[in-house]
């Protein structure tokens, strides 16, 4: 009996196609500060190590909804986890790599990046710059919205991003339908006075002309923080969508 539950096993795991996992790869470190991603390892290309391929194999028969597998080196220990079981953050480099095994979507635009202990956000980033207006057309198109900075560890990963891609980027954030009251566009809520104070420079926003009504960086400061521009200003954008 046991040989036959082995046997039945091994055709399971030899049934995942190969190339089904490789594209869904997704590997992250950690920053200096410890706690938060910094950058992707690797995208979307082939692994190498028949291990970490065996590890995906075995996360995608375990769980219908493989979401990540942790597979550690130095142990040779292979952990796979259904959606958001991990707990924890992620490892460090020298701890293993954690590979997040779900997509974002179809067509691998987007990534998954861990924001906080247990959850996660797909995001684009985009390669070229474009006016607010069209950034928002652009990440609804995709199914999601512009990035939004609405609490401190989603401002932290807008860092670790601009860190890996930089550049002068734009947010999801506007006054334009009431100057002065700065809102996501996310989801229409106000931006609260903690993020207010966090993401701006001193004295910014300061609706300089009347026509400042979007929030961009400027890269020839040293500081990623934000100003408020005119919104046909040309930046690079992040869009962000929950996984499917
Ligand atoms: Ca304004």
């Known amino acids: 009996m046991l040989c036959v539950i082995l046997s039945a096993l091994v055709i399971l795991l030899n049934a995942v196609p190969t190339s089904q996992i490789q594209v869904r790869n997704r590997a ?7 706690t938060q991603v910094l950058a992707i390892v690797r995208q979307g290309g082939t692994w190498t190590s028949s291990s970490v391929v065996s590890c995906a194999m075995t996360c ?4 219908e909804d493989c979401y990540s597998f942790l597979y550690q080196n130095a142990t040779k ?13 992620p490892p460090s480099p020298a701890e293993g790599i954690l590979y997040l095994a779900k997509a ?28 607010y207006h069209d950034a928002k057309n652009i990440c609804q198109d995709k199914g999601g919205h512009l990035y939004g900075a609405q609490t401190l560890p989603k401002y932290q990963l807008f860092l670790d991003i601009v860190a890996v891609h930089p550049g002068d980027y734009m947010l999801g954030l506007t006054d334009v339908a009431q100057e002065g009251t700065w809102t996501w566009d996310a989801d229409g ?3 609260s006075s903690e993020m207010r104070e966090t993401i701006f420079f001193a004295n910014e926003p300061n609706g300089a002309t009347s026509h400042e009504d979007c929030a961009f960086t400027k890269k020839q400061y040293t500081k990623t923080l934000f100003f408020d521009v005119a919104c046909n200003t040309h930046a690079k954008f992040i869009c962000e969508k929950h996984h499917m």
């Open 28 to 34: 992250f470190t950690r920053s200096q500060s410890g």
């Open 60 to 63: 995608l028969a375990t769980f």
């Open 77 to 89: 220990t292979c952990t796979p986890g259904s959606a958001f079981s991990f707990s924890e953050q």
């Open 104 to 131: 974002c979507d179809q067509s691998q635009e987007f990534v998954n990046l861990w924001i906080s202990a247990g959850t996660t956000i797909c995001v684009y980033v985009s390669e070229t710059t474009a006016r």
């Open 189 to 191: 809520t106000e931006m």
